[in-house]
């Protein structure tokens, strides 16, 4: 079942006005709002029933009616309330603040990547770099630091895998790919200039492109054939990439491991194969 609420928190800063105010009134009435007519809910957000169903297509939902059985089905499982997202790290916080600030928006950021998850693209995903002849790995700043990692985890299962850490190999490398190969374009907000150069080059080329992002509607996620969403503590701007960083490893080891799933004895046995032998001090 797909979780509403955290859909509807990564959304709002990307939403138009009139999308805002569905979103606000959702958020501060979710009880009324799962028993809504869409024309009830069109009225009481001083909005249209078209917006309203624009909306729920966008946050990946069928219609309104399966959003609207989403949300009542969320709202009965819920056992704690929201994460507040907006907790910063200020000036005048001690060590001990910083420490359990840090701690609790990892957290959030995991939990709410885990509700995002969509366990049929996941498969999907992996089937396809099962089937390809290699994958490239793409992605700048801490973004990289997550392909080198998703590189190193296939590499170990002996999956033909490149990983180049300077953009103009990066370019090279897309250039020369073909429809038998994957890229994986791993970028939070989907906007970062270079990784559209390279969707847009593998695109051109009939690469199959998964992309690990933020969900939203942005331009890497339009050009995406695959998305596997990540969710955030964090604001775009202001941020050390510290929970999206941390977000993006859990999508990339949930997907290395639905991929060692589907061939476990050999996979196991080659990972097994190639763990570094520890020396006794």
């Known amino acids: 079942m797909k979780n509403v609420l955290v ?17 606000e009134y959702i958020r501060n009435h979710a009880d009324r709002a799962s028993v809504s007519t869409i024309h009830q809910l069109a009225r009481d957000t001083y909005s249209s029933a078209s917006t309203i ?8 939902f069928d219609g309104y009616k399966d959003f609207t059985r989403s949300l009542t089905y969320e709202l009965a499982n819920r056992k704690a309330p929201e994460i507040n997202y907006d907790r910063d790290i200020e000036e005048d916080d001690g060590l001990e603040d910083v420490i359990d600030k840090i701690v609790y928006r990892s957290m959030a950021a995991l939990e709410k990547t885990r509700e995002l998850v969509d366990l049929e693209t996941v498969q999907k995903c992996a089937k396809l770099i099962d089937r390809s002849r290699r994958i490239s790995l793409f992605g700048v700043g801490s973004s990289l630091l997550v392909a080198k990692d998703a ?25 020369n790919m073909n429809s038998e190969e994957v890229g994986i374009i791993i970028s939070y907000s989907g906007l970062t200039r270079e990784m559209l150069d390279i969707a847009a080059i593998l695109k051109k080329h009939k690469v199959p492109v998964i992309a690990i992002t933020r969900f939203a509607e942005s331009d890497l996620s339009v050009m995406a054939d ?12 202001r941020s050390a990439a510290m929970t999206s ?16 799933k589907l061939d476990y004895e050999n996979n196991i046995e080659r990972i097994e194969k190639t763990q570094m032998k520890k020396v006794r001090s």
Request: with cysteine; proline share 0%.
């Open 245 to 260: 960083r941390l977000a993006q490893l859990h999508v990339i080891d949930i997907l290395y491991s639905a991929y060692i």
């Open 53 to 60: 169903i624009r909306l729920c297509k966008k946050l990946g």
């Open 226 to 237: 695959y998305k596997l969403w990540v969710a955030s503590s964090e604001y775009l701007v």
């Open 7 to 23: 859909r509807l928190n990564e959304y709002a800063r990307d939403a138009t006005e009139a999308e805002t105010n569905v979103i």
């Open 151 to 175: 590189h190193s985890k296939f590499m170990r299962v002996n999956k033909m895998s490149c990983c180049e850490e300077d953009f103009e190999s990066q370019l090279v490398i897309a250039k």
